[in-house]
C-alpha cells in the first residue's frame, strides 16, 4: 500500500501547539511535531477502542509488553525482558523520573551540548547539578564529534554520576556509531556512571547513511556499562499527545528506584488510548507505514539543503543522519540566532528554533516532517537571506 504525506492537514483550531500557538499567517517549523495523520493501523485500533463508549481506570496487559519486546527484536536485533520495562507518560516524565529516581540533590548529571532543552530542566527540576559538555563542531566539515578524552576528564574531574545519552542526538542530527558508543560505554564503565539513553527518534534515519541505528544497551552490556533506556513511538508515529512511554532497565534496584519516583512525580499511569496505539504502532503493519514515511522526510531534506546550498553555498549544514531536524550554522554568517529568528518571525512569517534554546547560540533548528509544499514555502521565506545588519541591529 502506498501512502499520500503530501495530503494537507489542517491543525489550526486544534489545540495544536504547533500551529494554535503560531501567529496567522506564520509557517511554523519550530517544535518537533510532524503534521502528517499517523499510520490508518493506529486510527483504526483508536476507533475500535473510541467506539466501545466506556474510558474507565485501566490496566495495562502484557500485550503493552510483547510490542515493545518484539518492535525493539525487530526493527533493531536487541530483546529487552518483560520484567525490565515500565510505562510512564511520556520521555521528558521519563527523563525527570529516571534523574530523581537515581540521583540525590546536588549529584553531577552530565550531557552533551548543543542539548535537547528538556535535560536542562529534567536535571535542573531535580536538584542536581548540571556539567555541559560540548560536542566538537567542525563548520568546514559540517561534522560533529566527540573529544572521548575531554569527555572522560571531566566525568572524573566533576565526579559524574548520571551521563544522559541522546541517540539518535537532538538538536544535531548524529546517529551514533558503533565505535562512538563503545568508547562512551567503556568510559563510562570505567568510573562507574550511570548511562541514561534517550532514544526517542531511533526510527528515523537517513536512507543514504548506509549503517543502522544502534541501541546503546547491548553496546553497554559488552562494555559492562550500566544503562537506563528510554523511548516511545511518539515522534515516529505522531502520537505524544497520546501520553504513552517507557523505561527499561535491567537493574533491579534502578528498576524499585524509579518506579518509587514515577509515583511521586504522579506519572505512573498511561491512558487507555495510549497503551493502544503502541501495539497498533509497533507492528509490520505499523513498520510498511513508517518506512514510506521516512523516505518522505529524507526526501524533503535532501531538497532543503540542496536548495540552501545552492543560494548560500558558505552556510554550514550539519548533515541529517537521523531525527527530523535540520541544523543551520548561521553564526559562521555572520548572525546572531534570536535575532534572525525574531526577524523571520515578524518579517517573512516563518517559525524557527533558535539554537540558544539548546545551548548553543548561532544555529537554528528546522522541523522537516511537514508536507513537501511546507518545505518548499519555508524556503520561499528563508530565501534569499536578509542582510546582516538589518537582522543583527
Known amino acids: 500500500m502506498t501512502y499520500d504525506f503530501d495530503k494537507p492537514v489542517p491543525r489550526r483550531g486544534t489545540h495544536c501547539v504547533k500551529w494554535d500557538e503560531a501567529p496567522e499567517g506564520v509557517l511554523p517549523m519550530w517544535v518537533a511535531d510532524m503534521d502528517f495523520e499517523t499510520a490508518p493501523c493506529v486510527i483504526e485500533a483508536l476507533r475500535k477502542r473510541l467506539d466501545h463508549g466506556v474510558f474507565g481506570y485501566n490496566y495495562i496487559p502484557d500485550s503493552f509488553y510483547d510490542s515493545i519486546i518484539w518492535w525493539q ?112 560505554a567503556e568510559i563510562c564503565a570505567r568510573h562507574q556512571v550511570i548511562v541514561l539513553s534517550d532514544e526517542i527518534h531511533c526510527e528515523f534515519l537517513n536512507p543514504e547513511l548506509g549503517r543502522p541505528f544502534l541501541p546503546f544497551a547491548p553496546i553497554a552490556d559488552a562494555a559492562g556499562c550500566q544503562w537506563v533506556v528510554t523511548s516511545a513511538p511518539n515522534k515516529a508515529f505522531n502520537i505524544a499527545g497520546l501520553m504513552t512511554s517507557y523505561i527499561i532497565t535491567p537493574v533491579p534496584e534502578y528498576y524499585a528506584a524509579i518506579e518509587r519516583a514515577r509515583n511521586i512525580n504522579e506519572v505512573c499511569d498511561i491512558n487507555c488510548f495510549g497503551f493502544i496505539a503502541l501495539e497498533a504502532a509497533y507492528s509490520p503493519e505499523g513498520e510498511a507505514w513508517f518506512t514510506q514515511l521516512n523516505d518522505y522526510i529524507y526526501a524533503n531534506y535532501r531538497l532543503f539543503r540542496d536548495t540552501l546550498k545552492a543560494a548560500v553555498p558558505a552556510l554550514p549544514i550539519a548533515p541529517l543522519e537521523g531525527t527530523y531536524l535540520a541544523w543551520l550554522d548561521v553564526a559562521a554568517l555572520g548572525y546572531d540566532s534570536q535575532s534572525l529568528v525574531k526577524y523571520l518571525m515578524e518579517e517573512r512569517h516563518l517559525w524557527v528554533n533558535p539554537g540558544d534554546m539548546y545551548g548553543k547560540s548561532g544555529f537554528l533548528r528546522v522541523n522537516l516532517a511537514t508536507q513537501r509544499a511546507n518545505v518548499e514555502a519555508a524556503l520561499k521565506r528563508l530565501l534569499p537571506l536578509p542582510e546582516i545588519s538589518e537582522v543583527n541591529s
Open 73 to 184: 527484536s525487530h526493527r533493531h536485533q536487541w530483546t529487552p525482558r518483560r520484567e525490565w520495562i515500565q510505562y510512564t507518560s511520556g520521555v521528558v516524565p521519563a527523563l525527570s523520573a529516571i534523574v530523581r529516581g537515581l540521583c540525590k540533590p546536588g549529584t553531577p548529571v552530565m550531557f552533551f551540548t548543543p542539548a535537547y532543552n528538556c535535560f536542562f530542566s529534567s536535571v535542573r527540576n531535580n536538584d542536581c547539578r548540571m556539567v555541559e559538555f560540548p560536542l566538537t563542531w567542525s563548520p568546514d566539515e559540517e561534522h560533529y564529534s566527540i573529544d572521548f578524552a575531554a569527555f572522560e576528564r571531566t566525568i572524573v574531574e566533576q565526579h559524574v554520576y548520571l551521563f544522559i545519552l541522546c541517540n539518535p542526538h537532538n538538536p544535531t542530527g548524529r546517529v551514533w556509531t558503533r565505535e562512538e558508543l563503545t568508547s562512551l
